[in-house]
Structures are given as structure tokens and as C-alpha cells.
């Protein structure tokens, strides 16, 4: 009887967690924060982003990044996973948080601020806006 408890439970554990992997060895939990949005690009009509941080102790993230209509009039997308750093800074008196995003030794990191609750902004590693005016804000999605 305790065996068949502790299968249920970890049956019912198991099935609130999905694995998102780039080469078999990171994974983010269904139970992340999941932002998306569409920024501006040089070079194009947009770049959608699809991010996904760890709400949990292995501060991992899985991210698309889909440059609209790039390569012919199709969309090409790129995946990376890796380590959602915390970063903090005092710019103009005030406390600044970002994830400082890492998915590679030959890949630069990403940025987004934490605007809000339910908002990141990307931002340079000086976690500085741009000054275009543009959106560069992703939205959390509940």
C-alpha cells in the first residue's frame, strides 16, 4: 500500500513537468515564467522571442528566437538553453534587476530588464534601453 502511494504521488509529480532541451541536457519545468513577444529588426519585419526561466533552483531558460520572414520570405528560428543569471545594477539612484541570459562560450548574452511583474524589457549589458523608442518588451503569458 505505501508503494502504490508513493507511485501515485510521484506520477502526479511527474506529470506537471515538461523538459525543453537543446542537445539532451537542459530542461525547464512547465511551472516556469513563459514570455513572448515580437521585437524589432534591422533587417526585417521582426523577431519573435519565446522565453522560458526556471521558476525553481536550477535558474535554467529555453529560448526561440524567429527572425520573421529572414532567409527567402521564410522565418528561421534559433534555439538556446542555458543559465538565467540575476542581474543587479544602480543606474540613476535607482535598483535595476535583469536576467543576464548565457547559452554559450561563443555566443554573446542577452539581457532583459524586469519592468514588472508581468513585463521584460531587453536591454545592452549596461542594462541600458534603447533610445529608438521601439517596443523591445516581452509579456509574461499566465
Do not use: W
Not at 534591422?42 to 520573421?68: K, Q, V
Amino acid at each position: 500500500m505505501i508503494l502504490t502511494a508513493c507511485a501515485i504521488l510521484a506520477a502526479c509529480q511527474q506529470q506537471n513537468k515538461t523538459a525543453v532541451s537543446q542537445e539532451g541536457n537542459d530542461t525547464t519545468a512547465t511551472d516556469s515564467l513563459h514570455f513572448v513577444g515580437e521585437l524589432p529588426a534591422a533587417d526585417g519585419p521582426g523577431i519573435r522571442y519565446d522565453l522560458r526561466i526556471a521558476n525553481d533552483s536550477t535558474a535554467g531558460f529555453a529560448m526561440t528566437e524567429t527572425y520573421l520572414e529572414a532567409e527567402k520570405g521564410k522565418d528561421q528560428t534559433t534555439a538556446y538553453a542555458g543559465k538565467a543569471e540575476t542581474v543587479t545594477k544602480t543606474i540613476d539612484g535607482k535598483e535595476v534587476k535583469a536576467y543576464k541570459l548565457a547559452s554559450g562560450v561563443n555566443e554573446p548574452a542577452t539581457y532583459f530588464k524586469m519592468v514588472n511583474d508581468s513585463t521584460l524589457r531587453m536591454v545592452n549589458e549596461d542594462l541600458e534601453e534603447a533610445v529608438s523608442g521601439l517596443s523591445y518588451d516581452l509579456k509574461l503569458q499566465r
